[in-house]
């Protein structure tokens, strides 16, 4: 793996490589959820490379990534991304992998520039309609209740080491817990970028091949629905792969991501 730095109009991105030898394939941009960074995909990451190169950035305000200057938007990460590997000698074709947020992410990049995005691999896609994301918006974007009080890490802590130790080692547990905590108190902008983008508008624009997998999450029967709306939408399902499912379920989950990329043109109907 390769840790490096891109300057763009919106500060530096931070991103991962992992660099196969001989890649010929189109590289593989993976796209992370909120609020984490390209770390979360270090366990996936190395099983996608055969013959690719896989990236994996940060957003801005998230990882190592500067903060963005202005305010966070799906559309702002997904035009900084593109600075960013533009900058980094990736200009396309690319391939997009995105988890959660990253789900909205990458059909946006899709939306911003189609003649770099060949195909694209949507794990867990929060979709959402008008009314569904105007009632998530308050309660999912709120800002972390940090303070003096050691008790006001415990959400944080539950949320990364005792809910998953056991499915994962203690250092990335901690590893994790790390990335999300220091995004300070700025942790929830991406969840408010994430609700506020019409995603249900913007799917159905996206010309590209995509795979749609949904695992065995609260996200399966969004995932469901946006495989639906997508023109060239496929659907994979892994009811039974549970979180924290980019380690747990990273061999499944590579195996079909590669079938998908160096598979033939999918066909345009969705299942």
Same mark, same amino acid.
């Given at each position: 793996?390769?840790?490096?730095?891109a300057?763009? +109009?919106?500060?530096?991105?931070?991103v991962?490589?992992? +660099? =196969?030898?001989? =890649? /010929?394939?189109?590289?593989?941009?993976?796209?992370?959820?909120?609020?984490? !960074?390209g770390l979360?995909?270090?366990?996936?990451?190395?099983?996608? @490379?055969?013959?690719?190169t896989?990236?994996?950035?940060?957003?801005?305000?998230?990882?190592?990534?500067?903060?963005?200057?202005?305010?966070?938007?799906?559309?702002?990460?997904?035009?900084?991304?593109?600075?960013?590997?533009?900058?980094? *000698? %990736?200009?396309?074709?690319?391939?997009?992998?995105?988890?959660?947020?990253?789900?909205l992410?990458? #059909?946006?990049?899709?939306?911003?520039? #189609?003649?770099?995005?060949?195909?694209?691999?949507?794990i867990?896609v929060?979709?959402y309609?008008p009314?569904?994301?105007?009632?998530? @918006?308050?309660?999912?974007?709120?800002?972390? !209740?940090?303070?003096?009080?050691? $008790?006001?890490?415990?959400?944080?802590?539950?949320?990364?080491?005792?809910?998953?130790? *056991?499915?994962?080692?203690?250092?990335?547990?901690?590893?994790?817990?790390?990335?999300?905590l220091?995004? *300070?108190?700025?942790?929830?902008?991406? %969840?408010? &970028?994430?609700? /506020?983008? =019409? /995603? $249900?508008? %913007?799917?159905?624009r996206?010309?590209? #091949?995509?795979l749609?997998?949904?695992?065995?999450? !609260?996200?399966?029967?969004? /995932?469901?629905? &946006?495989?639906?709306?997508?023109?060239?939408?496929? @659907?994979?399902?892994?009811p039974?792969?549970?979180?924290?499912?980019?380690?747990t379920?990273a061999?499944?989950? &590579?195996a079909?991501?590669? &079938? %998908?990329?160096?598979?033939?043109?999918? =066909?345009?109907?969705?299942?």
């Amino acid at each position: 793996m390769i840790k490096r730095y891109a300057n763009t +109009q919106n500060g530096q991105v931070h991103v991962r490589t992992w +660099q =196969a030898e001989g =890649a /010929s394939a189109p590289p593989l941009v993976c796209l992370h959820a909120i609020p984490y !960074s390209g770390l979360h995909f270090a366990v996936l990451a190395p099983l996608l @490379l055969r013959g690719r190169t896989v990236i994996c950035p940060d957003y801005p305000g998230y990882g190592a990534s500067d903060a963005p200057a202005g305010e966070a938007s799906v559309e702002a990460y997904a035009a900084t991304l593109l600075d960013a590997l533009g900058h980094l *000698g %990736f200009s396309g074709p690319l391939d997009l992998l995105g988890f959660h947020t990253g789900c909205l992410v990458g #059909p946006e990049m899709a939306l911003q520039a #189609p003649e770099r995005v060949r195909r694209l691999v949507l794990i867990d896609v929060p979709f959402y309609g008008p009314e569904q994301r105007q009632e998530l @918006l308050p309660s999912e974007s709120l800002p972390p !209740s940090y303070s003096a009080d050691l $008790d006001s890490l415990q959400p944080a802590w539950q949320r990364n080491v005792a809910s998953k130790l *056991g499915r994962q080692e203690m250092d990335r547990c901690l590893a994790l817990l790390a990335e999300q905590l220091r995004t *300070g108190q700025q942790a929830h902008a991406g %969840f408010a &970028a994430a609700y /506020s983008y =019409a /995603s $249900d508008e %913007f799917l159905p624009r996206v010309q590209q #091949p995509c795979l749609v997998i949904a695992t065995g999450s !609260s996200l399966a029967e969004p /995932s469901r629905e &946006a495989a639906q709306v997508l023109p060239k939408g496929t @659907l994979l399902e892994f009811p039974e792969l549970g979180p924290p499912v980019l380690d747990t379920g990273a061999e499944p989950l &590579a195996a079909a991501c590669r &079938a %998908f990329l160096d598979g033939p043109e999918p =066909a345009a109907e969705t299942r």
